[in-house]
């Protein structure tokens, strides 16, 4: 609509009438059959039975997707880690790949220090500067999905064997497992033993001395 | 007991302090009771507090606040860096360098050569406390 013009405040300059012709709805009306075109009302909804006393907004799940582990600079395969936590704390391994789950694969060799073939969290871990040639390694078979637990299977207990610790499976390591550390650390034994003294390095366990500062220590 | 080693025109000193820690200058002017005008061969020419500066026995033969170039011949013929290094202090120096940057592969290194050093010396002994006995 046009701006209306005014004689003074409140006072508009045209009357009800030129008003009504200026706005056009005559032409409206007679377009649609002398009455003006009344839209329709959308089906009132049913009345909740239920109305929350505070207008909380519904939680959305969230998008976001966590990244992938980044490894650290320092670790490339062959590197020699220092562990630094769990059972085998302060044993010198080979980093062999860093798995799907952001851990690390790691070996002993198992025969040089008795860590077989494990997964390791890079932040328990200190990284040497001390590399092995792992060339020659296969480490495609192993994967998360390797050392996941068995499951136990759930057989019915009578009262008397309830008590019966005997009869629970013993955990026994499969013997593909064992013939995979094998063939794995045959290879790696070949590169470890072409250093001197880097067997006797890797069968020892780090620890701190009388006077070693570890904050100034290069590793 | 007199004084040997000089603040002078020429002396080198080492750095004890600072950025510039642990290298080796030329005192090229002094620049009043508490400062020197200090110049190296790959640093640029900057004034230092004298307490940030150990003397040595070194002294080049140079004039004051000589050009770059002419420090840099002066400090070759009298050969400073070869004085420094069979110096007992700059021996010092560098062998806690060469320990600083060892690997932990290189100390356990060390430690099998010092254990197989100590077992050859108390074999000799034995052998020697053996003939006297």
């Given at each position: 609509m046009a701006s209306t013009s005014k004689l003074s405040r409140g006072i508009k300059k045209a009357s009800r009438s030129h008003m009504y012709h200026r706005r056009g709805l005559w032409a409206i009306k007679a377009k649609h059959g002398g009455s003006f075109p009344k839209a329709e009302k959308p089906a009132a909804a049913a009345e909740p039975k239920f109305y929350p006393a505070d207008d909380v907004k519904p939680r959305k799940p969230s998008t976001?997707?966590?990244?992938?582990?980044?490894?650290?600079?320092?670790?490339?395969?062959?590197?020699?880690?220092?562990?630094?936590?769990?059972?085998?704390m302060g044993k010198r391994v080979v980093f062999l790949k860093q798995l799907k789950s952001g851990l690390l694969l790691v070996t002993g060799p198992f025969k040089v220090n008795g860590v077989p073939v494990r997964r390791v969290n890079q932040t328990y871990v200190i990284a040497t500067s001390t590399k092995v040639d792992i060339s020659g390694v296969n480490v495609e078979k192993f994967d998360d999905k390797y050392f996941a637990r068995e499951k136990k299977k759930k057989s019915k207990k009578t009262e008397g064997e309830l008590f019966d610790t005997e009869k629970e499976?013993?955990?026994d390591l499969p013997q593909f497992k064992k013939d995979d550390q094998k063939t794995l650390d045959a290879e790696l034994l070949k590169a470890i033993e072409a250093v001197p003294d880097l067997k006797t390095y890797l069968g020892a366990r780090f620890s701190l001395r009388d006077g070693d500062k570890p904050h100034e220590m290069v590793f | 007991m007199p004084f040997k080693r000089f603040v002078e025109i020429g002396r080198v000193a080492l750095v004890n302090y600072g950025k510039d820690y642990g290298r080796l200058v030329v005192i090229v002017d002094v620049v009043d009771q508490n400062r020197a005008l200090v110049d190296a061969p790959d640093m640029v020419r900057c004034q230092m507090n004298f307490k940030r500066?150990?003397?040595t026995d070194i002294k080049i033969d140079i004039k004051r606040v000589p050009k770059k170039s002419t420090l840099i011949k002066a400090m070759e013929e009298a050969d400073v860096k070869g004085k420094w290094e069979n110096s007992s202090w700059g021996k010092k120096?560098?062998?806690?360098?060469r320990r600083a940057a060892l690997n932990d592969f290189d100390r356990f290194k060390v430690m099998l050569a010092?254990?197989?050093?100590?077992?050859?010396?108390?074999?000799?002994?034995?052998?020697l406390k053996k003939a006297t006995a």
């Open positions: 976001r997707k966590p990244n992938p582990t980044k490894l650290r600079s320092t670790i490339t395969p062959g590197t020699v880690l220092i562990l630094l936590a769990g059972r085998f499976a013993t955990k | 500066l150990s003397l120096l560098i062998v806690q360098k010092k254990i197989k050093r100590g077992g050859a010396v108390r074999q000799e002994l034995a052998k």
